[in-house]
T-cell receptor, first 116, second 112 residues
Framework: DTGVSQNPRHKITKRGQNVTFRCDPISEHNRLYWYRQTLGQGPEFLTYFQNEAQLEKSRLLSDRFSAERPKGSFSTLEIQRTEQGDSAMYLC??????????????FGPGTRLTVT | LAKTTQPISMDSYEGQEVNITCSHNNIATNDYITWYQQFPSQGPRFIIQGYKTKVTNEVASLFIPADRKSSTLSLPRVSLSDTAVYYCLVVVGSGNTGKLIFGQGTTLQVKP
């Protein structure tokens, strides 16, 4: 297994455009997380899936953001009508957990979004 | 809402022991405290996690007092390759619906 992969690695878009990012987790992992990280800050939690169910959404995830994980495999994060404030690194992580609780997360390399 | 506090930066020399403390209040009572390491242009990498008292693995130790309002990551005999940003991660809430809160990170600079 090659770990968590994210595509694209870099995305430059104009303000007002929609963008979609993809995350492919480690195959046996049932949990998937999305974070946003800006320069000099720690990752900020956005949302969390257990299998295909989206169990938690941060208030940071405005109506312009939506995430899906069809069939409990890969996940997509879409940002509609992008704003310059959306410029950040978007990180995906996955883990395996049989019950509630925090488990070791494996992070992907991230997708760097620049909104011009 | 839980808030975490870490020193923004620390300097050390090769071969020294480094201790980084994260203060956290109102965290979930039944979840792990976890520490991650991050290099530039990479995602964070898991170092260690614990619930209480002391945990040790091949790269670090983690000390958590009984009140769980702080945790201290201990890196023995650091090398230049340990230069990175270190984050604590805690959970607010409980079970499957807890929110995950990263600290703001401590930039460790190891000098020769």
């Amino acid at each position: 297994d090659t770990g968590v992969s994210q595509n694209p690695r870099h995305k430059i878009t104009k303000r007002g455009q929609n963008v979609t990012f993809r995350c492919d987790p480690i195959s046996e992992h049932n949990r998937l997380y999305w974070y946003r990280q800006t320069l000099g800050q720690g990752p900020e939690f956005l949302t969390y899936f257990q299998n295909e169910a989206q169990l938690e959404k941060s208030r940071l995830l405005s109506d312009r953001f939506s995430a899906e994980r069809p069939k409990g495999s890969f996940s997509t994060l879409e940002i509609q009508r992008t704003e310059q404030g959306d410029s950040a690194m978007y990180l995906c992580a996955s883990s395996f957990g049989a019950s509630g609780g925090l488990y070791e997360q494996y992070f992907g390399p991230g997708t760097r979004l620049t909104v011009t | 809402l839980a808030k975490t506090t870490q020193p923004i930066s620390m300097d050390s020399y090769e071969g020294q022991e480094v201790n980084i403390t994260c203060s956290h209040n109102n965290i979930a009572t039944n979840d792990y405290i976890t520490w991650y390491q991050q290099f530039p242009s990479q995602g964070p990498r898991f170092i260690i996690q614990g619930y209480k008292t002391k945990v040790t693995n091949e790269v670090a130790s983690l000390f958590i007092p009984a009140d769980r309002k702080s945790s201290t990551l201990s890196l023995p005999r650091v090398s230049l390759s340990d230069t990175a940003v270190y984050y604590c991660l805690v959970v607010v809430g409980s079970g499957n619906t807890g929110k995950l809160i990263f600290g703001q990170g401590t930039t460790l600079q190891v000098k020769p």
